[in-house]
């Protein structure tokens, strides 16, 4: 199997130091995603000395290192690339993982992770801009996508139209199996309203 994850040599080597300096015999690092596959995955990376690992873990030898892989995250750690760029300060880690919030999806992956990826991946981040989010609530058996919109959509006016025109279109084209959508928000609360 491909490992998922890329850890650079300089990274290897700054953790390398670091655990090194716990002098616990056999330490190593283990990598998992908080909530992964929503808006608010996030990346850690944390020390793990024996006996910590879960049994699920997938365990990778490195030539400086030991990493062991949260069973969970590892979908979502695909194309995920651990540097360290070391300057005057001492350095950073960094950790991107592109796949965190949603993992790759193709053909053959279930259709709800599919809408759920061009929610997150083209169809959020636009609306961010106007502090909306629009959230898959349902699939239901005519493979209608009951969708939630939140923050500045909510009691929106234009809703209704950039719901239709934009959000489907949008939807529909890249998962042709999708017979439409429907929206479960009561527009008539405008309290959070982005255009009154």
Known sequence: MSQPIQITDNAQEYLAELLAKQNVEGIAVRIFITQPGTPYAETCLAYCRPGEEEPSDERL????????????SIAFLE????????????????????NAKMPKVNADSPLEDRVNYVLYSEINPGLAAHGGEIR????TEENVAVLQFGGGCQGCAAVDITLKDGVEKTLVERVPELAGIRDVTDHTD???????
Do not use: S
């Not at 030898?61 to 969970?72: A, F, G, P, S």
């Not at 760029?85 to 993982?97: E, F, S, W, Y």
């Not at 898959?136 to 699939?139: H, N, S, T």
């Not at 405008?190 to 009154?196: E, K, P, S």
């Open 61 to 72: 030898d490195l030539d400086k290192i030991t990493v062991y892989l949260e069973k969970n």
């Open 79 to 98: 194309e995920a690339v651990v540097d360290f760029n070391p300057d005057r300060m001492g350095g950073q880690l960094t950790i991107k993982a592109p």
């Open 190 to 196: 405008d309290t959070n309203a982005y255009y009154r």
């Open 136 to 139: 898959l609530m349902q699939l």
